[in-house]
């Protein structure tokens, strides 16, 4: 045992020191960007989001009114309450809101509505930018995240909003999005290379070049996906491609879910897909244990290699918390964090396997 918490000590002191030099690299947005030089698409998916959609709608209409070279184009996606209403009201002029077409045999929900959006795009733009109902931008994010994409050569750049965590469960789940791949991710490499196993992006907000988009076969090519974002960046990258994830914290917010019960059916549904096979699920829970719970639960017993584990594992908590906008304190209750994932990946596959996955009333096979 006391081989398996210096192990495990080890294994979360690399990960932190690599944490620290990936936050090194992560790119940033410029703060003051140019006016754009391009027609640029913004495709919101909107689904039943009639309670929580205003938000995000009045800052895509001030982005507009920021940069008329901006058109914003919302999808109503065979929502049974107030949603398409909504849109069109807070929108008004400075966006078109359409009616999504009946989900095809084959196709999830999202990529269908994606594919879309894509479809019905000013064929003059030349980006892309995906946006989700939950997610506020800042009147000069598209004009920052197409910058980025440009100047950095990408086909694909993800920035990844800063997440508003309320409830206890959000607190203790949702800052592990950033920490994953800031602490696993080589970053540095994972934008220059066009390997699909070196990919991390977030569809909350997801800027794609168009040209890059078309050539992918876009989210056609990613129809039965419920990791629809991954997927697609890798699609980019066997394309030839490259793209990457970037520090969003300056341009956008997203509250993703509003207590326990959201998150825990949120995660349910895509955990599954996270790590490719049950095998790698147990792989990666099972690494995870080792390095961030195995060692906090020793230095309960005294354990020093145990204490400096744990530590460490905070350290590495902290870093990502100030550089994205988080609660550093919460960075304490690591190990009750990865525990609690860890049981929400293994629900997820027993939910794959029971065939009882489902997302706003439709099941995801």
Known sequence: MSRLVRAGAMLASLGTAHTAYNLRRLPRPPAEPAPLAERVSVLL??????????????????????????????????????????????????GRVVSGRPLPAGWLGKPWACAQLAELADPASSALVFVDADVVLAPHAVRATVQLLRERGLAL??????????????????????????????????ERSTRPSLAAANGQLLCVDRAAYDRCGG??????????????????????????????TTLATCRMYTGWGELREGYTKSLWAAFGSPAGTAAVTGALALAYVVPPAAALRGSRAGLAGYAAAVAGRVLVARRTG????????HPASVAVFSWLAVRSWLGRRAGTLAWKGRPLG
Do not use: F, N
């Open 45 to 94: 998916p909107l689904r039943d989001e009639e309670h929580r959609a205003r938000p995000c709608l009045e800052a895509l209409r001030e982005v507009v009114r920021a940069d008329p070279r901006v058109e914003v184009l919302v999808l109503d996606d065979g929502s049974s309450d107030g949603t398409a209403a909504l849109a069109a009201e807070v929108l008004g002029p400075v």
């Open 219 to 248: 989210h056609a090519g990613v129809r039965r996906e419920v990791l629809e974002d991954l997927a697609l960046l890798r699609a980019v990258k066997r394309s030839g491609g490259r793209g990457g994830v970037a520090d969003g």
């Open 157 to 190: 750049v993800s920035p990844y909003p800063r997440q508003l965590c309320a409830s206890p469960a959000e607190r203790l789940v949702q800052p592990l999005l950033q920490w994953s791949w800031a602490t696993t991710l080589p970053l540095g490499l994972a």
């Open 326 to 333: 988080g609660r550093q304190l919460d960075a304490l209750a």
